[in-house]
């Protein structure tokens, strides 16, 4: 049956699978679309052998699965000479991965998928949109679609954004993230089937329904999800396995200024207050610039800023626009130590408004 088939997909599936599975995605190339042309043909070399450049870019080397051709290569039957993993050549040697509902037309036909056989439908992943996001939810998307057999495609919240593992030419974009209604929207869908928004998604009208089983990394649970929590809309949030840590950074050339940036001596301490005050100055949003800080309102084009924010206050907040508004630094009363003794310097935290 189909469940105990995927049951004994899941007992190959061992650690060490997952960790060789994690390592090869370490080793491809993470910007996805790579330009060639006819003089410079360079995909197997960039990315994997049955890479060909078509339309300028090369194709996904993996279109038609990783495993397969990874695990069936020279070099990784010598690396990983395993039973277990011996095993999954030989199954994998006669079984493409299953198609997803990303897949172009006439992917069965060319071999690179084979249709859905079984009861279960697709799993749709909501990768975030950073790249450890992306990077999990391949592993998974590779996991149902190779190993178990289950349709699993990628949801990025935008229409135009695609992150499919399987995308002809390796599309990687970035969409939304932490918007977990669309956890919501598989529980309110027949059966659970994301295909049920699919005429609505497809329309091209505007509307759009973001729809997701599953999200590998979460970090700051947001109200959206407490509410479908609350609704009994989605399961308590579990480990990965993943230990992740945040940092604070500093520009190279901040240090080269003043080397003692680099270490938390020259960083803590009233004695170090000042000179932090005076050394990181707060970020102008694009619209206190124009109101604050230009002469003539941003009506006359500058190194900072070449025009006003638009009329409709969307882009009041932001603090950098390329080619249109760099950014800039100023001192507040916050950072004036003569008239406050609890003057400071600024940080800047996630997530802030720039757009690229």
């Known amino acids: ?30 910007n996805a679309v790579v330009p060639c042309d006819g003089a410079h043909n360079h995909c197997e070399e960039i990315l994997w052998k049955g890479s060909e450049c078509r339309e300028g870019f090369c194709t996904n080397p993996f279109q038609g699965g990783c495993l397969r051709p990874m695990l069936e290569s020279e070099e990784y039957v010598k690396k990983y000479d395993t039973p277990s993993l011996n095993s999954l050549r030989r199954r994998l040697s006669r079984t493409p991965r299953v198609c997803n509902s990303e897949d172009d037309p006439g992917v069965v036909e060319r071999g690179f998928c084979a249709k859905n056989s079984n009861d279960f439908p697709e799993v749709r992943m909501w990768p975030q949109n950073w790249e450890s996001g992306f990077v999990l939810t391949w592993i998974m998307q590779i996991m149902y679609s190779e190993l178990m057999g289950v349709p ?24 939304k993230s932490n918007e977990y209604e669309a956890f919501v929207n598989a529980y309110d869908a027949e059966e659970g089937d994301c295909s049920t ?4 998604n497809n329309a091209g009208d505007g509307n759009y329904i973001p729809c997701a089983h599953a999200a590998m990394e979460i970090w700051f649970p947001n109200q959206s999800y407490h509410d479908a929590k609350e609704a009994s809309k ?21 240090v080269i200024r003043d080397p003692s940036l680099a270490t938390y001596f020259g960083l803590g301490g009233e004695l170090n207050r000042r000179k ?55 001192s507040t009363e916050k950072n004036d130590c003569n008239k406050t003794e609890t003057c400071t310097g600024h940080i800047v935290d996630f997530p802030v408004e720039i757009i690229l």
Request: proline share 4%.
């Open 197 to 200: 928004y699919l005429d609505i």
């Open 276 to 330: 932090l005050a005076d050394t990181f100055k707060r970020p102008t949003t694009w619209k206190d610039y124009c109101s604050l800080i230009s002469t003539s309102n941003c009506t006359v084009p500058n190194d900072v800023a070449n025009r006003p924010p638009s009329d409709d206050g969307s882009e009041d907040g932001h603090y950098f626009v390329p080619d249109v508004y760099t950014g800039y630094f100023r």
């Open 152 to 175: 699993s495609s990628t949801e990025t919240g935008m229409r135009d954004k695609r992150l499919n593992f399987y995308d002809e030419f390796s599309s990687m974009d970035y969409g």
């Open 1 to 30: 049956s189909d469940k105990a088939r995927i049951a004994e997909w899941m007992a190959i599936t061992s650690k060490s699978l997952l960790v060789w599975i994690t390592l090869s995605l370490s080793t491809l190339t993470a």
């Open 234 to 254: 989605v399961e308590s949030m579990q480990p990965n396995g993943v230990i992740g840590h945040q940092a604070w950074f500093i520009t190279k050339f901040s």
